[in-house]
Every structure is written in structure tokens, then in C-alpha cells.
């Protein structure tokens, strides 16, 4: 069994950059891809970023090109998500998902473990 726990959200004001952290535990993991997708009340839930967790290749959302980068530390099995110029829009609840997919994927049915979500709120 894989457990996800997020870490680093909060409030910050536009413009502000934060760091989100997803420590993954229960099993090593040998193939797959994490990923980070954000969902707001009443909205379903949007890919933001996505990286390869062995071959390290990275993919994102148009929106968050150029300002967000996603990241592994395969040693502490923790993937960051840095998001700088932080706009209101990315205001959301940020969740963490690992897929054993071995090819890289945007769609939230292809990911099997998902973390609790942490809030980013992100004022005008």
C-alpha cells in the first residue's frame, strides 16, 4: 500500500511563490510517475504537473508553464512542486497522486494513490 501526505500550502500574496512537498511511503517505488493535480469547490479536479519518478521527464498544464516546476528526491521518495508569481487563480486544494503508468499522463483516472490535498490560497 502507498500513502501520500502533502505539506507546504498556505495563504501568500499574489505574486508570492510557495513550495509544496508530497512525501510517499508504504512501498519503494521502481517505475510510475507522480503527480500534482488542483481541484476548486464546484470544479473538477485539473492536472498541474507531472514527473517521471526514473526517468525524471516533467510535464504541465499550460497555465502553469513557466512558473511552476516539479521535482523529485527519490532518496527521501518526496516530490516539491515550487510555485512562484503565484496568481488568485491557482487558489485551490493541491493534491499529490502516483500512477504505475509508465507512460506520462494527465488524466486523474490513470492515478491510483492520492494524497489529502493541501490548501494554497493565493489573495489579490
Known amino acids: 500500500q502507498v500513502q501520500l501526505e502533502e505539506s507546504g500550502g498556505g495563504l501568500v500574496q499574489a505574486g508570492g511563490s510557495l513550495r509544496l512537498a508530497c512525501a510517499a511511503s508504504?512501498?519503494?517505488?521502481?517505475?510510475?510517475?507522480m503527480a500534482w493535480f488542483r481541484q476548486v469547490p464546484g470544479k473538477e479536479r485539473e492536472f498541474v504537473a507531472t514527473?517521471?519518478?526514473?526517468?525524471?521527464?516533467?510535464g504541465y498544464a499550460d497555465s502553469v508553464k513557466g512558473r511552476f516546476a516539479i521535482y523529485e528526491e527519490n532518496a527521501k521518495n518526496t516530490v516539491y512542486l515550487q510555485m512562484n508569481s503565484l496568481k488568485p487563480e491557482d487558489t485551490a486544494v493541491y493534491y499529490c497522486?502516483?500512477?504505475?503508468?509508465?507512460?506520462?499522463?494527465?488524466?486523474?483516472?490513470?492515478?491510483?494513490?492520492w494524497g489529502r490535498g493541501t490548501q494554497v490560497t493565493v489573495s489579490s
Open positions: 497522486a502516483r500512477t504505475e503508468s509508465l507512460r506520462i499522463t494527465v488524466n486523474s483516472d490513470d492515478y491510483a494513490y
Open positions: 508504504g512501498r519503494t517505488f521502481t517505475r510510475g510517475s
Open positions: 514527473i517521471g519518478w526514473i526517468s525524471g521527464a516533467t
